[in-house]
Protein backbone atom coordinates (compact mmCIF):
# COMPACT_ATOMS: atom_id res chain seq x y z
CA UNK A 1 0.00 0.00 0.00
CA UNK A 2 1.36 2.98 -1.05
CA UNK A 3 1.32 6.21 2.04
CA UNK A 4 2.51 9.17 2.91
CA UNK A 5 2.38 10.10 6.64
CA UNK A 6 2.87 13.86 7.40
CA UNK A 7 3.97 14.98 11.00
CA UNK A 8 5.63 17.85 13.05
CA UNK A 9 3.01 20.44 12.53
CA UNK A 10 1.32 22.41 15.00
CA UNK A 11 0.68 26.08 16.70
CA UNK A 12 3.65 28.35 16.47
CA UNK A 13 5.03 32.14 17.26
CA UNK A 14 5.47 34.55 14.14
CA UNK A 15 9.18 33.98 13.64
CA UNK A 16 9.10 30.85 15.17
CA UNK A 17 10.34 27.63 13.65
CA UNK A 18 9.00 23.78 12.88
CA UNK A 19 10.39 20.91 11.21
CA UNK A 20 7.92 18.70 8.90
CA UNK A 21 8.53 15.33 8.01
CA UNK A 22 7.05 12.57 5.65
CA UNK A 23 7.84 8.98 5.92
CA UNK A 24 7.10 7.39 2.81
CA UNK A 25 6.13 3.20 2.59
CA UNK A 26 4.90 1.38 -0.58
CA UNK A 27 6.61 3.78 -3.09
CA UNK A 28 10.18 3.52 -4.62
CA UNK A 29 11.34 6.52 -2.47
CA UNK A 30 14.55 6.70 -3.16
CA UNK A 31 14.34 7.47 -6.98
CA UNK A 32 11.53 9.54 -6.76
CA UNK A 33 11.26 13.96 -6.86
CA UNK A 34 9.35 14.56 -3.46
CA UNK A 35 7.39 17.81 -2.92
CA UNK A 36 6.16 19.58 -0.16
CA UNK A 37 2.49 21.97 -0.84
CA UNK A 38 0.12 23.40 1.14
CA UNK A 39 -3.48 24.68 0.99
CA UNK A 40 -4.78 27.98 3.60
CA UNK A 41 -8.25 28.16 4.03
CA UNK A 42 -10.11 30.04 1.24
CA UNK A 43 -7.06 29.40 -0.91
CA UNK A 44 -5.84 26.94 -3.77
CA UNK A 45 -3.13 24.48 -2.48
CA UNK A 46 0.20 25.71 -4.26
CA UNK A 47 3.37 24.13 -4.05
CA UNK A 48 6.26 25.25 -1.66
CA UNK A 49 9.15 22.53 -2.10
CA UNK A 50 10.59 19.93 -4.28
CA UNK A 51 14.02 17.73 -3.96
CA UNK A 52 15.02 15.46 -6.88
CA UNK A 53 15.94 11.67 -5.12
CA UNK A 54 19.40 12.67 -4.65
CA UNK A 55 18.88 15.79 -2.60
CA UNK A 56 21.16 17.79 -5.19
CA UNK A 57 18.67 19.33 -6.54
CA UNK A 58 16.05 21.42 -5.23
CA UNK A 59 13.06 24.32 -5.85
CA UNK A 60 11.30 26.65 -4.16
CA UNK A 61 8.33 29.29 -4.53
CA UNK A 62 9.67 32.47 -4.29
CA UNK A 63 7.56 33.50 -0.54
CA UNK A 64 9.64 30.38 1.22
CA UNK A 65 12.77 31.19 -0.09
CA UNK A 66 16.01 31.99 2.41
CA UNK A 67 13.29 30.55 5.29
CA UNK A 68 12.23 26.80 4.26
CA UNK A 69 14.44 24.08 3.54
CA UNK A 70 13.59 21.05 1.99
CA UNK A 71 15.82 17.85 2.77
CA UNK A 72 15.48 13.87 2.76
CA UNK A 73 17.31 10.97 4.20
CA UNK A 74 16.40 7.76 1.67
CA UNK A 75 17.90 5.26 4.70
CA UNK A 76 14.50 6.33 6.36
CA UNK A 77 12.39 7.13 3.85
CA UNK A 78 11.38 10.54 4.95
CA UNK A 79 11.46 13.79 3.75
CA UNK A 80 11.28 16.91 5.74
CA UNK A 81 10.44 20.38 4.87
CA UNK A 82 12.54 22.88 7.70
CA UNK A 83 10.64 25.73 8.07
CA UNK A 84 12.11 28.94 9.90
CA UNK A 85 11.01 33.05 10.28
CA UNK A 86 7.21 31.13 10.24
CA UNK A 87 4.36 34.43 9.28
CA UNK A 88 1.24 33.98 9.43
CA UNK A 89 0.81 34.08 6.00
CA UNK A 90 2.34 30.45 5.69
CA UNK A 91 -0.77 29.47 8.03
CA UNK A 92 -2.24 26.39 6.31
CA UNK A 93 -2.22 22.63 5.97
CA UNK A 94 0.99 21.07 4.47
CA UNK A 95 0.93 18.31 2.22
CA UNK A 96 3.65 16.23 0.95
CA UNK A 97 3.55 14.20 -2.72
CA UNK A 98 4.95 11.67 -4.57
CA UNK A 99 5.01 11.44 -8.28
CA UNK A 100 4.04 8.91 -10.24
CA UNK A 101 7.52 8.55 -12.24
CA UNK A 102 11.07 8.81 -11.81
CA UNK A 103 11.53 10.95 -14.55
CA UNK A 104 9.66 13.85 -13.10
CA UNK A 105 12.40 16.13 -11.37
CA UNK A 106 11.20 19.22 -9.29
CA UNK A 107 10.39 21.09 -11.74
CA UNK A 108 7.48 18.86 -12.41
CA UNK A 109 6.68 18.24 -9.35
CA UNK A 110 6.52 21.82 -8.34
CA UNK A 111 3.99 22.36 -11.62
CA UNK A 112 1.68 19.98 -9.89
CA UNK A 113 2.87 17.19 -12.83
CA UNK A 114 2.82 13.53 -12.43
CA UNK A 115 1.96 13.43 -8.51
CA UNK A 116 -0.04 10.23 -7.80
CA UNK A 117 0.43 9.57 -3.48
CA UNK A 118 -0.38 12.31 -1.26
CA UNK A 119 -0.05 12.38 2.72
CA UNK A 120 -3.28 13.06 4.85
CA UNK A 121 -1.79 16.63 5.59
CA UNK A 122 -0.39 18.25 8.72
CA UNK A 123 -1.89 21.48 9.92
CA UNK A 124 0.36 24.48 10.69
CA UNK A 125 -0.82 27.65 12.63
CA UNK A 126 1.17 30.70 13.00
CA UNK A 127 0.56 32.73 15.31
CA UNK A 128 1.01 36.94 14.82
Known amino acids: QQQLVESGGGLVQAGGSLRLSCGAS????????MGWFRQAPGKERESVAA????????SYIDSVKGRFTISRDNAKNTVYLQMNSLNSEDTAVYYC?????????????????????WGQGTQVTVSS
Open 26 to 33: GISFSILT
Open 97 to 117: AAPSTPVAGPGDVMRGSYLDV
Open 51 to 58: IDWSGDST
